[in-house]
Protein backbone atom coordinates (compact mmCIF):
# COMPACT_ATOMS: atom_id res chain seq x y z
CA UNK A 1 0.00 0.00 0.00
CA UNK A 2 1.09 3.62 -1.11
CA UNK A 3 2.10 5.55 1.77
CA UNK A 4 -0.39 8.63 2.55
CA UNK A 5 1.43 10.69 5.38
CA UNK A 6 5.04 10.33 6.21
CA UNK A 7 6.56 12.30 9.22
CA UNK A 8 10.57 12.64 8.81
CA UNK A 9 12.17 13.35 11.82
CA UNK A 10 9.31 15.94 13.10
CA UNK A 11 10.14 17.57 16.16
CA UNK A 12 8.66 20.43 18.06
CA UNK A 13 9.91 22.71 20.60
CA UNK A 14 7.44 25.14 22.65
CA UNK A 15 10.15 27.32 24.33
CA UNK A 16 12.58 24.97 25.66
CA UNK A 17 11.18 21.63 26.14
CA UNK A 18 10.01 19.11 23.16
CA UNK A 19 6.85 18.41 23.00
CA UNK A 20 7.34 15.61 19.76
CA UNK A 21 11.34 14.88 19.48
CA UNK A 22 12.09 12.59 16.15
CA UNK A 23 9.19 11.54 15.20
CA UNK A 24 9.26 9.37 11.96
CA UNK A 25 6.05 7.30 10.85
CA UNK A 26 4.82 5.95 7.64
CA UNK A 27 0.63 6.34 7.46
CA UNK A 28 -0.51 4.08 4.53
CA UNK A 29 -3.36 4.73 2.49
CA UNK A 30 -6.94 4.16 3.71
CA UNK A 31 -5.17 3.19 7.19
CA UNK A 32 -6.96 3.27 10.72
CA UNK A 33 -4.02 4.91 12.30
CA UNK A 34 -3.92 5.79 16.37
CA UNK A 35 -1.79 8.01 18.33
CA UNK A 36 -2.30 6.48 22.06
CA UNK A 37 -0.57 7.88 25.04
CA UNK A 38 -1.20 9.75 28.44
CA UNK A 39 -1.87 13.50 28.50
CA UNK A 40 1.15 15.70 27.33
CA UNK A 41 2.73 13.13 25.55
CA UNK A 42 2.29 15.15 22.07
CA UNK A 43 -0.08 13.42 19.92
CA UNK A 44 -2.33 16.49 19.58
CA UNK A 45 0.99 18.64 18.81
CA UNK A 46 1.72 15.51 16.04
CA UNK A 47 -1.81 15.85 15.15
CA UNK A 48 -1.78 19.49 14.79
CA UNK A 49 1.62 19.22 12.60
CA UNK A 50 0.02 17.22 10.18
CA UNK A 51 -3.34 19.58 9.90
CA UNK A 52 -0.91 22.42 9.92
CA UNK A 53 -1.65 24.64 12.73
CA UNK A 54 1.73 24.24 14.25
CA UNK A 55 5.22 24.26 12.59
CA UNK A 56 7.72 21.24 13.14
CA UNK A 57 10.80 22.58 14.57
CA UNK A 58 12.71 20.44 12.75
CA UNK A 59 12.29 17.44 10.09
CA UNK A 60 9.35 17.68 7.46
CA UNK A 61 5.88 16.42 6.85
CA UNK A 62 4.84 14.98 3.30
CA UNK A 63 0.75 14.28 2.44
CA UNK A 64 0.30 12.00 -0.72
CA UNK A 65 3.85 12.59 -1.85
CA UNK A 66 4.38 16.20 -1.19
CA UNK A 67 6.32 18.32 0.81
CA UNK A 68 4.08 20.46 3.29
CA UNK A 69 6.66 22.88 4.63
CA UNK A 70 4.79 26.01 3.78
CA UNK A 71 1.76 24.66 2.39
CA UNK A 72 -1.07 26.55 4.48
CA UNK A 73 -3.73 24.27 6.49
CA UNK A 74 -6.75 24.92 4.14
CA UNK A 75 -4.67 23.55 1.14
CA UNK A 76 -3.62 20.25 2.99
CA UNK A 77 -5.85 16.91 1.92
CA UNK A 78 -6.61 16.55 5.48
CA UNK A 79 -10.10 17.63 7.09
CA UNK A 80 -10.06 17.65 11.27
CA UNK A 81 -12.70 16.48 13.59
CA UNK A 82 -12.15 17.90 17.10
CA UNK A 83 -13.35 16.47 20.67
CA UNK A 84 -15.20 20.27 20.89
CA UNK A 85 -17.69 19.82 17.60
CA UNK A 86 -16.92 23.66 16.63
CA UNK A 87 -20.78 23.47 14.90
CA UNK A 88 -22.33 26.65 14.06
CA UNK A 89 -24.99 27.20 16.31
CA UNK A 90 -27.34 29.48 14.26
CA UNK A 91 -27.50 26.88 11.28
CA UNK A 92 -29.26 23.64 10.29
CA UNK A 93 -27.27 20.27 10.76
CA UNK A 94 -27.81 20.53 6.75
CA UNK A 95 -26.20 23.64 6.43
CA UNK A 96 -23.14 23.14 8.96
CA UNK A 97 -22.38 19.85 6.67
CA UNK A 98 -22.90 21.81 3.17
CA UNK A 99 -20.82 25.26 4.50
CA UNK A 100 -17.38 24.11 2.73
CA UNK A 101 -18.98 23.25 0.11
CA UNK A 102 -21.00 26.62 -0.11
CA UNK A 103 -17.97 28.47 0.21
CA UNK A 104 -15.77 26.26 -2.56
CA UNK A 105 -18.63 27.35 -4.97
CA UNK A 106 -20.19 23.92 -5.57
CA UNK A 107 -23.59 23.81 -7.74
CA UNK A 108 -26.43 23.65 -5.39
CA UNK A 109 -28.04 20.18 -6.90
CA UNK A 110 -24.50 18.67 -5.77
CA UNK A 111 -24.28 20.09 -2.69
CA UNK A 112 -27.58 18.30 -1.38
CA UNK A 113 -27.00 14.88 -2.71
CA UNK A 114 -23.66 14.99 -1.29
CA UNK A 115 -24.93 16.35 2.04
CA UNK A 116 -27.85 13.98 1.93
CA UNK A 117 -25.50 11.17 1.05
CA UNK A 118 -23.26 12.04 4.08
CA UNK A 119 -26.60 12.15 6.56
CA UNK A 120 -27.19 8.74 5.68
CA UNK A 121 -24.52 7.59 6.27
CA UNK A 122 -23.84 8.68 9.68
CA UNK A 123 -27.73 7.96 10.51
CA UNK A 124 -28.94 11.08 10.92
CA UNK A 125 -31.16 11.28 7.63
CA UNK A 126 -34.41 12.64 9.21
CA UNK A 127 -32.14 15.13 11.15
CA UNK A 128 -30.99 17.84 8.49
CA UNK A 129 -33.73 20.61 9.52
CA UNK A 130 -32.32 20.65 12.94
CA UNK A 131 -30.19 23.33 15.02
CA UNK A 132 -27.52 21.61 16.74
CA UNK A 133 -28.82 21.85 20.16
CA UNK A 134 -31.77 20.00 19.46
CA UNK A 135 -29.44 17.56 18.95
CA UNK A 136 -27.92 15.14 21.71
CA UNK A 137 -24.02 15.02 21.89
CA UNK A 138 -23.84 11.52 19.84
CA UNK A 139 -25.49 13.15 17.22
CA UNK A 140 -23.58 16.34 17.36
CA UNK A 141 -20.54 14.81 16.98
CA UNK A 142 -22.11 12.32 13.96
CA UNK A 143 -22.31 15.72 12.31
CA UNK A 144 -18.94 17.00 12.68
CA UNK A 145 -17.75 13.71 11.28
CA UNK A 146 -20.13 14.18 8.27
CA UNK A 147 -19.18 17.78 7.77
CA UNK A 148 -15.46 16.74 7.74
CA UNK A 149 -15.95 13.46 5.38
CA UNK A 150 -18.46 15.60 2.73
CA UNK A 151 -15.18 17.76 1.46
CA UNK A 152 -13.94 13.43 0.52
CA UNK A 153 -10.85 14.16 2.41
CA UNK A 154 -7.19 11.79 1.99
CA UNK A 155 -6.89 11.93 5.43
CA UNK A 156 -9.25 12.54 8.46
CA UNK A 157 -7.67 13.36 11.46
CA UNK A 158 -9.64 12.95 14.65
CA UNK A 159 -8.65 14.42 17.97
CA UNK A 160 -10.37 12.82 21.19
CA UNK A 161 -13.99 13.32 19.23
CA UNK A 162 -15.55 10.36 21.41
CA UNK A 163 -14.19 12.09 24.33
CA UNK A 164 -17.31 13.94 25.50
CA UNK A 165 -19.48 10.86 25.30
CA UNK A 166 -20.55 8.58 28.06
CA UNK A 167 -19.22 5.43 27.39
CA UNK A 168 -21.95 3.37 25.78
CA UNK A 169 -22.50 5.74 23.16
CA UNK A 170 -19.14 6.17 22.82
CA UNK A 171 -18.32 2.44 22.52
CA UNK A 172 -21.40 2.55 19.84
CA UNK A 173 -19.79 5.22 18.20
CA UNK A 174 -16.41 3.24 18.29
CA UNK A 175 -17.63 0.54 16.09
CA UNK A 176 -19.92 2.88 13.79
CA UNK A 177 -16.68 5.15 12.95
CA UNK A 178 -14.75 2.41 12.22
CA UNK A 179 -17.38 0.79 9.64
CA UNK A 180 -17.67 4.38 8.36
CA UNK A 181 -13.78 4.41 7.77
CA UNK A 182 -13.48 1.07 5.89
CA UNK A 183 -16.69 2.14 3.32
CA UNK A 184 -15.05 5.11 2.64
CA UNK A 185 -11.41 4.08 2.51
CA UNK A 186 -10.07 7.00 4.26
CA UNK A 187 -7.21 7.35 6.36
CA UNK A 188 -7.35 7.80 9.63
CA UNK A 189 -5.05 9.41 11.81
CA UNK A 190 -6.77 8.87 15.33
CA UNK A 191 -6.10 10.74 18.51
CA UNK A 192 -6.50 9.14 21.61
CA UNK A 193 -5.78 8.59 25.47
CA UNK A 194 -7.97 5.74 25.94
CA UNK A 195 -6.11 2.13 25.47
CA UNK A 196 -9.47 0.20 24.65
CA UNK A 197 -10.98 2.88 22.44
CA UNK A 198 -7.45 2.02 20.42
CA UNK A 199 -6.99 -1.22 20.12
CA UNK A 200 -11.19 -1.70 19.15
CA UNK A 201 -10.79 0.47 16.72
CA UNK A 202 -7.29 0.26 14.94
CA UNK A 203 -5.08 -1.09 12.59
CA UNK A 204 -2.04 0.37 13.79
CA UNK A 205 -1.08 1.95 17.27
CA UNK A 206 1.79 4.56 17.99
CA UNK A 207 2.71 4.56 21.52
CA UNK A 208 3.74 7.46 22.67
CA UNK A 209 5.72 8.62 25.96
CA UNK A 210 6.83 12.17 26.51
CA UNK A 211 6.99 13.30 22.87
CA UNK A 212 8.64 10.07 21.03
CA UNK A 213 7.39 6.53 19.94
CA UNK A 214 7.53 3.97 22.46
CA UNK A 215 6.29 1.22 19.85
CA UNK A 216 4.28 1.00 17.03
CA UNK A 217 2.37 -2.37 15.90
CA UNK A 218 -0.89 -3.70 15.26
CA UNK A 219 -3.24 -3.97 18.27
CA UNK A 220 -2.65 -7.76 18.71
CA UNK A 221 1.73 -6.49 18.50
CA UNK A 222 0.99 -3.93 21.11
CA UNK A 223 -1.24 -6.14 23.31
CA UNK A 224 0.46 -9.80 22.93
CA UNK A 225 4.46 -8.35 22.54
CA UNK A 226 4.86 -4.91 24.10
CA UNK A 227 8.74 -4.14 23.98
CA UNK A 228 8.96 -1.49 26.76
CA UNK A 229 8.15 -1.46 30.00
CA UNK A 230 6.29 1.70 29.70
CA UNK A 231 4.04 0.03 26.88
CA UNK A 232 3.37 -3.22 28.73
CA UNK A 233 2.10 -0.87 31.63
CA UNK A 234 0.10 1.72 29.41
CA UNK A 235 -1.94 -1.02 27.69
CA UNK A 236 -4.19 -3.26 29.41
CA UNK A 237 -2.99 -4.48 33.24
CA UNK A 238 0.11 -6.57 33.45
CA UNK A 239 2.55 -8.23 35.65
CA UNK A 240 5.91 -6.82 35.65
CA UNK A 241 8.68 -9.10 37.34
CA UNK A 242 12.21 -7.58 37.71
CA UNK A 243 14.91 -9.73 38.50
CA UNK A 244 18.39 -10.74 38.15
CA UNK A 245 18.87 -13.85 36.42
CA UNK A 246 20.15 -16.73 38.78
CA UNK A 247 21.00 -19.36 36.32
CA UNK A 248 20.53 -21.36 32.83
CA UNK A 249 18.58 -24.66 32.56
CA UNK A 250 18.60 -25.78 29.44
CA UNK A 251 16.37 -23.89 26.65
CA UNK A 252 15.07 -21.67 30.10
CA UNK A 253 16.89 -18.67 32.17
CA UNK A 254 15.52 -18.68 36.04
CA UNK A 255 14.97 -15.27 37.35
CA UNK A 256 14.73 -14.87 41.13
CA UNK A 257 11.48 -13.56 42.43
CA UNK A 258 11.49 -12.72 45.97
CA UNK A 259 12.52 -16.04 47.42
CA UNK A 260 10.85 -18.12 44.87
CA UNK A 261 11.89 -18.27 40.61
CA UNK A 262 10.48 -17.56 37.57
CA UNK A 263 11.60 -19.00 34.22
CA UNK A 264 11.51 -17.61 31.01
CA UNK A 265 13.16 -18.73 27.47
CA UNK A 266 16.64 -17.96 27.25
CA UNK A 267 17.67 -15.76 24.93
CA UNK A 268 21.50 -15.62 25.55
CA UNK A 269 20.90 -14.17 28.95
CA UNK A 270 23.97 -14.57 31.31
CA UNK A 271 23.67 -14.98 34.95
CA UNK A 272 23.34 -11.51 37.47
CA UNK A 273 21.94 -10.02 34.13
CA UNK A 274 19.26 -7.70 35.13
CA UNK A 275 16.13 -8.66 33.54
CA UNK A 276 12.08 -7.02 33.60
CA UNK A 277 9.64 -9.64 32.20
CA UNK A 278 5.66 -8.53 31.73
CA UNK A 279 2.83 -11.50 32.64
CA UNK A 280 -0.43 -10.88 31.53
CA UNK A 281 -3.05 -11.46 34.66
CA UNK A 282 -5.46 -13.85 32.03
CA UNK A 283 -2.19 -15.98 31.17
CA UNK A 284 -1.87 -16.95 34.73
CA UNK A 285 -3.15 -19.64 36.10
CA UNK A 286 -4.70 -20.26 39.95
CA UNK A 287 -4.27 -23.74 41.76
CA UNK A 288 -4.92 -25.14 45.23
CA UNK A 289 -2.14 -27.81 45.12
CA UNK A 290 1.23 -27.70 43.94
CA UNK A 291 2.07 -27.70 39.52
CA UNK A 292 4.01 -29.74 37.96
CA UNK A 293 5.42 -27.08 35.47
CA UNK A 294 8.13 -24.48 35.10
CA UNK A 295 6.59 -21.97 37.38
CA UNK A 296 4.59 -22.74 40.23
CA UNK A 297 4.49 -20.25 43.16
CA UNK A 298 2.95 -20.07 46.19
CA UNK A 299 1.27 -17.35 47.77
CA UNK A 300 -1.51 -16.18 49.59
CA UNK A 301 -4.95 -15.20 48.58
CA UNK A 302 -5.13 -11.24 49.39
CA UNK A 303 -7.75 -9.57 47.04
CA UNK A 304 -10.51 -11.18 45.12
CA UNK A 305 -12.81 -8.70 42.80
CA UNK A 306 -15.83 -10.66 41.07
CA UNK A 307 -16.78 -8.68 38.14
CA UNK A 308 -19.83 -11.00 36.69
CA UNK A 309 -17.91 -13.13 34.06
CA UNK A 310 -14.40 -12.65 35.45
CA UNK A 311 -12.69 -12.73 38.71
CA UNK A 312 -9.45 -10.64 39.37
CA UNK A 313 -7.29 -12.12 42.24
CA UNK A 314 -3.98 -10.09 43.63
CA UNK A 315 -2.03 -13.05 45.41
CA UNK A 316 0.68 -12.79 47.94
CA UNK A 317 3.65 -14.38 46.99
CA UNK A 318 5.97 -12.90 49.90
CA UNK A 319 8.87 -10.39 50.20
CA UNK A 320 6.20 -8.05 49.31
CA UNK A 321 5.49 -9.27 45.79
CA UNK A 322 2.30 -9.81 44.35
CA UNK A 323 0.82 -11.20 41.04
CA UNK A 324 -2.00 -10.30 39.35
CA UNK A 325 -4.94 -13.23 37.86
CA UNK A 326 -7.62 -13.18 36.04
CA UNK A 327 -10.04 -16.11 35.28
CA UNK A 328 -13.19 -16.84 34.18
CA UNK A 329 -15.47 -16.88 36.62
CA UNK A 330 -16.49 -20.65 35.77
CA UNK A 331 -12.48 -21.99 36.14
CA UNK A 332 -11.99 -21.14 40.07
CA UNK A 333 -13.64 -22.33 42.70
CA UNK A 334 -14.61 -19.74 45.48
CA UNK A 335 -11.82 -19.13 47.37
CA UNK A 336 -11.64 -17.46 50.60
CA UNK A 337 -8.86 -14.47 51.44
CA UNK A 338 -6.03 -16.20 52.89
CA UNK A 339 -5.94 -19.38 51.43
CA UNK A 340 -2.62 -21.05 50.49
CA UNK A 341 -2.54 -20.82 46.78
CA UNK A 342 -0.04 -21.63 43.78
CA UNK A 343 0.08 -19.46 41.19
CA UNK A 344 1.39 -20.83 37.93
CA UNK A 345 2.04 -19.72 34.06
CA UNK A 346 3.97 -21.17 30.46
CA UNK A 347 7.14 -19.51 30.71
CA UNK A 348 6.76 -18.66 26.67
CA UNK A 349 3.84 -16.47 27.61
CA UNK A 350 6.05 -13.88 29.21
CA UNK A 351 7.59 -11.09 27.47
CA UNK A 352 11.16 -9.74 27.82
CA UNK A 353 10.80 -6.02 28.13
CA UNK A 354 13.84 -3.15 27.02
CA UNK A 355 14.00 -0.70 29.68
P1 LIG B 1 -3.64 15.55 25.92
O1 LIG B 1 -4.07 14.12 25.83
O2 LIG B 1 -3.68 16.08 27.34
O3 LIG B 1 -4.28 16.46 24.94
P2 LIG B 1 -1.28 15.36 24.25
O4 LIG B 1 -0.60 14.04 24.27
O5 LIG B 1 -2.16 15.62 23.11
O6 LIG B 1 -2.05 15.57 25.62
P3 LIG B 1 0.08 17.79 23.56
O7 LIG B 1 -1.14 18.63 23.66
O8 LIG B 1 0.60 17.48 22.22
O9 LIG B 1 -0.13 16.43 24.36
O10 LIG B 1 1.21 18.48 24.42
C1 LIG B 1 2.55 17.98 24.51
C2 LIG B 1 3.38 18.91 25.38
O11 LIG B 1 3.56 20.16 24.74
C3 LIG B 1 2.76 19.21 26.73
O12 LIG B 1 3.77 19.24 27.70
C4 LIG B 1 2.15 20.58 26.53
O13 LIG B 1 2.08 21.28 27.74
C5 LIG B 1 3.09 21.21 25.54
N1 LIG B 1 2.41 22.19 24.67
C6 LIG B 1 1.42 21.92 23.79
N2 LIG B 1 1.03 23.04 23.13
C7 LIG B 1 1.79 24.04 23.61
C8 LIG B 1 1.89 25.45 23.32
N3 LIG B 1 1.13 26.02 22.40
N4 LIG B 1 2.79 26.16 24.02
C9 LIG B 1 3.60 25.60 24.95
N5 LIG B 1 3.57 24.28 25.26
C10 LIG B 1 2.68 23.51 24.60
Request: charged share 25%; proline share 3%; net charge neutral.
Amino acid sequence: METMVQLDNVSKKFDESYAVENVSLNIKSGEFLTLLGPSGCGKTTTLRMIAGFEKPTSGSIYINGKKMDNIEPYHREVNTVFQSYSLFPHMTVFDNIAFGLKMKKVKKEEIEERVNKVLKMVQLADFGKRKPKQLSGGQQQRVAIARAIVNNPSVLLLDEPLGALDLKLRKQMQLELKHLQQELNITFIYVTHDQEEALTMSDRIVVMNAGKIEQAGTPYEIYEKPQTRFVADFIGETNIIGGNVTEIKENYAALEFGSQEVYVPNNNYQTGEKMFISVRPEKIHLHTVQQEGKISLKGRVKEKVYIGSLVKWIIDVGNGNEVKVQQSASDVEDLALDTEVFVSWNPDNSVVLKQ
